[in-house]
């Protein structure tokens, strides 16, 4: 096409932008997270800058102005130059078109739907161009980022043919944050949310808090916990969702709340909040009216119902689909979804707890509205270490179904353990249902390419606070990039996610990228090793969560109990959930189900979830049962001392600031691992009565030196 003519129609339009100064040097503290834009070697600052040297838009949409601003912030971080705002294309220009303002454009858009977008390098009237071109100014947003994730990874710009749109179409954040700051399973200080000072107030942390999600695609956040306050839905609340909702919009983020089931009788006096009752529907409509009214673009609701103490339909002998159903017609004129929840066990329902959602959701497949997406946790308990995926995925093909993840870390070390969550989110949307045959993975289920779903979507309960580094830690940081990163792309390997998340995070220099990529990779294995290994699951300590329990058997709901879950006692250990125990295996389909029920055909890895076997029984090594646990506890304590180690190793290139923090949350890390193996040890032996193999030592202290420990003040757990 005419580029000088194309340039010459849109110079009237060119952004009229705020001048972008060079970012100030400032501390490493984490809290730029892997937007840093740190400079450059020398030698591959001209080389950058030449890719940049002016950008051209059309129009002067916040959006656009937004991804302009963000390639100058960029480009100047890393080579000091600021890229000028051009209306016409010239050497080294950076081009962000959509059809509607450049129709010749010279790449096609078909397929990129509203949020994808392609990058060519190529060349117009001579001039070498970096093109960019979406459907929208949002899909030219995450074009932009993409670039200047190549462009901090130390990847060549030279020669770009991308393109890329996201498969699945909701990629949320659940945050667990409560109305009055504090944050349950949160890890990294108070809410975000300041609730008491907005809508007035709007931080620039709110900001920048946008600007991380839209730059790896996520595009909407639940505000608040999921065990939630009706308060959150009066008008003052609303205004201050609206504050935020306003703030996020240019980058693409829709906001969405979390519901209290019983609110009309909270907060308006009904006398019932039975889903089927006219007045409650009325109520309901009305509540989502005003909330359209104060924020037009209002993704919908999420919904925890029915579930640990949370009221919901079945309180009134309704069913999980008459609730949703009811909560969907009340904001479906307004485009809105209705995101359910499938988090459900019963306190008056003796059956295997990892069956219970199954059995309430499987015979309601079919029967929720078109607006309604059922969200799924990653397995059938609660974001254990290693959970065998959840056998909803698959087993209802009328319905949408929603993966949600935790990527805070309540049962994985929370704060200060290296666990690097990227190979766990990865394993599950691997894992194959054969829900249709072979090939019918998780992802396939999620993306609603396996039963043909348009509505799809993937959630992560965040793992964000106020502190500076925003996550608890700088590597808990990159378990929010590997979910962003995934949700818009689950093909990802997640090694390679951990590769460009530590370029941009640290140094694209590979001295410092391998060696962290390796400690990440074979962290939450580690993890599993010290904590949960063989399939061992929820044996954490009460409540909080923090450390290891195994012993508790006295609290009230026998599924609140560790005891419950490893059924340990002189004979052998682990839970029987072939057709000799619960049948859980039952629940999936028949080539899963067949590879679970025998115990020679069940990965190890899974073992202990869904088998009870003797202590002598021989694993694939030809050791027991009994000492390959024990190896395992070793291994996962050794692999953190290797980790300390690896990371001394990097003092000489790492920032003073997060090398130290890093060493530090590393050795307490060891001392819990040891912790865990220890305290683990002394119980299971205590039950056992078997020697520890050769080699490994005996616990540091007797069994009820560990049961004494108390945490009462341990974070996250109100
Ligand atoms: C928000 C687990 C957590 C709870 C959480 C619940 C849920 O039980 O420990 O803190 O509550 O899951 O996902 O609803």
């Not at 990874?153 to 949320?172: H, N």
């Not at 019963?346 to 069956?355: E, F, G, I, Q, V």
């Not at 390959?628 to 001392?641: C, K, P, Q, S, T």
Request: charged share 20%; net charge neutral; proline share 6%.
């Amino acid at each position: 096409m005419n580029a000088r003519l194309f340039c010459r129609m849109i110079a009237m339009a060119a952004t009229a932008l705020t001048p972008v100064m060079a970012p100030v040097a400032q501390a490493e503290d984490g809290y730029d997270l892997w937007l840093r834009y740190a400079p450059a070697d020398q030698a591959r600052k001209p080389g950058l800058a030449a890719h940049a040297t002016a950008i051209v838009t059309a129009g002067t949409s916040p959006t656009l102005t937004i991804a302009t601003q963000e390639v100058q912030r960029g480009i100047a971080g890393m080579t000091g130059a600021i890229p000028t705002v051009s209306a016409t294309i010239q050497q080294g220009t950076l081009w962000l078109a959509t059809p509607a303002s450049a129709p010749a454009l010279p790449i096609k858009t078909d397929g990129l739907g509203s949020e994808g977008y392609a990058i060519r390098t190529t060349m117009i009237d001579g001039k070498a161009v970096t093109l960019i071109a979406a459907n929208s100014d949002i899909g030219l947003l995450h074009g932009a980022y993409h670039w200047l994730r190549l462009a901090q990874s130390g990847t060549s710009l030279d020669k770009l043919d991308i393109r890329s749109a996201p498969k699945i179409g909701l990629r949320l954040l659940n945050h667990w944050d409560n109305l009055n700051g504090t944050v349950e399973r949160g890890y990294a200080g108070q809410s975000i949310w300041d609730w008491w000072r907005l809508p007035d107030w709007k931080g620039p942390r709110y900001t920048d808090y946008a600007r991380a999600n839209a730059s790896i695609g996520i595009n909407g956040t639940v505000l608040n916990n999921v065990n939630a306050k009706a308060d959150s839905l009066t008008a003052p609340y609303i205004a201050k969702a609206a504050a935020l909702a306003d703030v996020f919009r240019p980058y693409g983020i829709k906001v969405y709340l979390s519901v209290k089931w019983t609110a009309p009788m909270e907060l308006d006096g009904l006398k019932t909040a039975d889903p089927l009752d006219p007045a409650v529907a009325a109520w309901w409509k009305a509540k989502a009216d005003e909330i359209y009214k104060a924020i037009p673009d209002f993704g919908g609701f999420l919904v925890k119902a029915n579930s640990e103490g949370q009221p919901g339909p079945q309180d009134y002998q309704r069913t999980h689909a008459d609730g949703a159903n009811m909560l969907a017609a009340a904001v479906k004129a307004h485009g809105g979804i209705v995101m359910w929840r499938a988090f459900v066990y019963a306190h008056d329902n003796p059956d295997d707890r990892a069956k219970q959602a199954y059995s309430d959701f499987k015979p309601l497949d079919g029967k929720f509205a078109d607006n309604v997406i059922v969200q799924v946790k990653n397995g059938a308990i609660d974001f254990q270490p290693r959970e065998p995926f959840h056998p909803l995925f698959g087993a209802m093909p009328k319905t949408p179904l929603m993966m949600e993840f935790q990527i805070t870390k309540e049962y994985l070390g929370q704060s200060t353990h290296l666990t690097y969550l990227g190979p766990l989110f990865e394993e599950v949307l691997d894992a194959d249902t054969y829900a249709k045959g072979k090939g019918s993975t998780v992802a396939k289920v999620i993306d609603g390419s396996l039963d043909g779903h348009k509505l799809t979507g993937i959630a992560g309960v965040a793992n964000i606070g106020v502190d500076r580094d925003w996550s608890g830690s700088i590597f808990n940081q990159a378990d929010w990039y590997a979910f962003g990163r995934l949700a818009w792309d689950t093909s990802l390997s997640a090694q390679d996610i951990a590769k460009e998340w530590a370029e941009m995070t640290f140094s694209p220099d590979q001295k410092v990228v391998q060696p962290i990529v390796k400690m990440m990779m074979g962290s939450r294995e580690a993890a599993v090793d010290y904590m949960t290994p063989l399939g061992l699951t929820h044996v954490m300590d009460t409540g909080h969560h923090y450390g290891p329990g195994p012993w508790v058997s006295d609290l009230a709901r026998p599924e609140w109990n560790p005891v419950y879950y490893h059924k340990a006692d002189a004979n052998g250990i682990g839970f029987d959930r072939t057709k000799t125990g619960s049948d859980a295996v039952g629940q999936y389909a028949p080539p899963v189900a067949k590879m679970w029920a025998n115990v020679k055909t069940t990965p190890e890895r899974d073992l202990l979830w869904f088998h009870h076997v003797p202590w002598d029984y021989r694993l694939s090594s030809g050791e027991t049962v009994w000492d390959g646990l024990i190896h395992r506890y070793d291994n996962g304590v050794r692999y953190v001392a290797d980790m300390q180690t690896t990371w001394a190793s990097l003092k000489p290139y790492v920032d003073a600031e997060r090398f130290a923090e890093t060493q530090a949350f590393l050795t307490i890390q060891h001392r819990e691992a040891q912790w865990w193996r220890d305290a683990s040890i002394a119980y299971f032996q205590s039950v056992s009565k078997r020697p520890l193999p050769a080699g490994s030592a005996a616990p540091a202290h007797d069994l009820q030196w560990y049961k004494a420990l108390e945490f009462p003040y341990a974070p996250g757990h109100n």
